[in-house]
């Protein structure tokens, strides 16, 4: 859904913090194509397991990895026309404030939480950036022996906030 909502990626400057263990990385990585993916972890443990997952997939040429913590390390960084954030080591605010900062015109951010008051600092941040920012909310569930049935189990909800900057719609 994430990777989607980001469409057309081919060719494009990619911003992710958050690489984690790398799973959205490397589908980013897969459509971008000519483009890069420039993506900030602080954990090294989690970098290095990113790091093997991008090199598994055989996107390594396309992945820039940066270890540091945003908003600080995102300073170096070029301009983007894609952002992913989906970790803040609790600055959300300040993450998202710096990333929409190094978003080109016309570019589209997208914030993941699985908490309510990380989507709503998320959506206000966005608000107020002059963005008009949207929230999707996303349950996935699976099935579990229920006797000599089944149910639905749920599992943590996902909520993905995006807002393209300048109110402009992404084309194609």
Not at 70 to 88: F, K, M, N, Y
Not at 90 to 102: F, N, S, Y
Request: include cysteine; charge should be negative.
């Amino acid at each position: 859904m994430i990777v989607s909502l980001l469409h057309p990626l081919e060719g494009r400057n990619i911003l992710e913090v958050g690489s984690g263990s790398g799973g959205i990385t490397v589908e980013l990585a897969r459509r971008a194509g000519s483009g890069r993916v420039y993506s900030v972890e602080a954990s090294p443990e989690a970098l290095s397991i990113a790091g093997e997952n991008v090199s598994r997939a055989g996107v390594s040429q396309s992945v820039t990895f940066i270890e540091g913590s945003a908003p600080e390390a995102l300073a170096p960084l070029p301009w983007c026309s894609r952002a992913v954030v989906g970790g803040h080591g609790g600055r959300a605010g300040a993450v998202i404030t710096a990333v929409w900062d190094k978003l080109l015109p016309g570019g589209r951010i997208i914030v993941t939480a699985n908490m309510p008051s990380t989507t709503d600092c998320a959506w206000g941040t966005l608000k107020a950036q002059g963005a008009a920012p949207e929230v999707l909310h996303l349950a996935a569930s699976s099935s579990a022996p229920a006797g000599d049935s089944w149910m639905l189990k749920g599992s943590n909800p996902v909520f993905i906030i995006f807002a393209d900057k300048d109110g402009k719609t992404i084309e194609g």
